[in-house]
């Protein structure tokens, strides 16, 4: 479910970005200048975490965008030879791969490969994007999520180079106020909101956003796992050795219903309010249908090895 993947990356960001933020309001207006640079630095660092992420979550989602991203990187992935032994291990995927090949020093870091990877003009796409529960709950009033996007665009540009400088350079006469500090800030948080936009209306259309969807999605997905376990069973039931092995085999099946159950409203007892406890639930159910399925399996192999 890439509600959480997507929303993950965006909560890591926001959560880095909050507390720079809160850092930085600790500091007020009259602090040492020394301690402002070093919130451009820190902002793109987050950015870049962000950027590399989303590549790699993008291209690992599959046709059209791995083909995408193969193209974006071909000139900068390493030899076969140095990259399938990584791939192989499963040590990293070919995302992160191709995303760490990358290069991160400029807007046009951002512009050019997103461009490539989504298949259509990255800037528009963000001056484009809204709210993307509003638009999945097709809201009337749908505001965009940058009203500014060549005011963002420059102040993205102000904190590369402010980083740029101040990490490269000794820059004893660069000055960085605490205004400057807030705005790279906003701008990379603006930034990550609206990809974040960007990707619920092209990589992530089709999957759960809201919380009823969500749960939907969720008890489905337990559904699935409770009818392979019922063929399981019937197929257990069926190669047992003679009537006491297959007595037997259904009497530990009950056991395990009963526990099972048990264990399943103890896991959703913490969620006792909310409209994620249906959720919640079907996660905990899949989860041990979903072992005593492997168990399953794995008892009928080896009375039956194939």
């Known amino acids: 479910m890439h509600g959480g993947t997507a929303e993950g990356e965006q909560y890591d960001s926001m959560l880095r970005l909050g507390s720079l933020t809160q850092s930085l309001d600790k500091l007020g207006e009259e602090a040492d200048a020394e301690l402002y640079r070093h919130f451009p630095v820190a902002a793109i660092a987050v950015l870049e975490t962000h950027f590399k992420s989303v590549v790699s979550l993008t291209i690992n989602a599959g046709s059209p965008y791995l083909e995408r991203g193969l193209v974006l990187a071909k000139d900068r992935l390493k030899s076969a030879v140095d990259v399938l032994p990584s791939l192989h291990r499963k040590t990293v995927t070919l995302g992160e791969f191709i995303a760490h090949s990358l290069p991160f020093y400029a807007l046009s870091s951002l512009e050019v490969p997103l461009t490539g990877l989504l298949g259509d003009n990255f800037k528009e796409l963000i001056r484009n994007a809204v709210n993307p529960r509003a638009k999945r709950n097709e ?18 540009a102000k904190t590369f180079t402010s980083r740029h400088i101040l990490a490269h350079e000794a820059a004893t006469k660069y000055e960085v106020n605490f205004q400057d500090a807030r705005m790279s800030l906003n701008a990379v ?39 392979l376990l019922a063929a399981s069973l019937r197929k257990g039931l069926a190669i047992a050795a003679d009537d006491k092995e297959r007595a037997k085999f259904g009497e530990l099946h009950l056991d395990w219903k009963w526990a099972s159950r048990r264990w399943n409203k103890f896991e959703e007892s913490q969620w006792h309010m909310g409209s994620i406890r249906p959720m919640m639930a079907a996660i905990s159910l899949d989860r041990t249908h979903e072992q005593r399925l492997n168990s399953i399996n794995a008892w009928i192999e080896n009375k039956r090895p194939e």
């Open 139 to 156: 809201y009337a009033d749908q505001v965009r999520v940058v009203a500014d996007v060549e005011a963002l665009w420059e102040d993205l």
């Open 189 to 227: 948080s603006k930034f990550t909101e609206a990809l974040d936009a960007v990707l619920w209306s092209s990589v992530w259309a089709g999957e759960p956003l809201t919380q009823y969807e969500m749960n939907m999605h969720t008890w489905e997905s337990y559904k699935k796992t409770r009818a």
